[in-house]
């Protein structure tokens, strides 16, 4: 299975500044996902993105706020904008691959707290 | 409407009480129903995955199987260090993954 990596670990913002989560995959994806898990909450997924492809974001999420960049096959960045207080949260990434189809393997995951 | 939905919310169990945890679901065109471990403060770890309805995997304590409709996640013999959150998660037509709300798990010594 893929090891990945994140930056931060944690961090705490304030309001209305934006800041930019690192994933590091240490070998080749294709598909690179970011998701948010709010306190006690399960997982939502934010985005899929792709290498070479504009990133696809699912219903409530927008590229405005969450923009996210892939340049190559084993890393992508998220950015969370103009920071309120509701995105405290965790955000993860996660990768697809391993011995059976479609299984996804997750970073550490960033805690975010916003002030 | 697609949905995962978990049960229970929280089990608290003795050492050595065996139970099971429920993943139902309605999604359109199963593609694989997943359950992953997660300790606090940390990424889900990938546990199981299953694919057709009938189809079992095994790990040690645990035991995944799975239907039509819904999956179960048996504990044989628990011990304190399985003590986590289960999380339950389905990929459906195009590509959508859904996450349940988990179960959190406590098992006492």
């Known amino acids: 299975s893929a090891v990945i990596s994140q930056k931060p670990s944690r961090d705490i913002c304030q309001r209305g500044t934006s800041l930019t989560i690192q994933c590091q995959v240490d070998s080749q994806v294709t598909m690179m996902f970011w998701y948010r898990q709010q306190p006690g909450q399960s997982l939502t997924l934010i985005a899929t993105a792709n290498q070479g492809s504009e990133a696809t974001y699912e219903s409530g999420f927008v590229i405005d706020k969450f923009p996210i960049s892939r340049p190559n096959l084993t890393f992508s960045t998220l950015t969370v904008s103009n920071m309120s207080p509701e995105d405290s949260s965790i955000y993860l990434c996660s990768v697809e691959g391993g011995e059976q189809l479609y299984e996804q393997y997750f970073g550490p995951g960033t805690r975010l707290t916003v002030t | 409407e697609d949905q995962v939905t978990q049960s229970p919310e929280a089990l608290r169990l003795q050492e050595g009480e065996s139970s099971s945890l429920n993943c139902s679901y309605t999604?359109?065109?199963?593609?694989?129903l997943f359950w992953y471990r997660q300790d606090p403060g940390k990424g889900p770890e990938f546990l199981f995955t299953l694919y057709s309805a009938g189809e079992e995997k095994e790990k040690e304590r645990l035991k995944a199987t799975l239907t039509k409709k819904e999956s179960f996640l048996h504990i044989t013999a628990p011990k304190p260090e399985d003590s986590a959150t289960y999380l339950c998660a389905v990929q459906a037509d195009f590509n959508k993954f859904y996450f349940g709300s988990g179960t959190k798990l406590n098992v006492k010594p």
């Open positions: 999604v359109s065109g199963l593609r694989g």
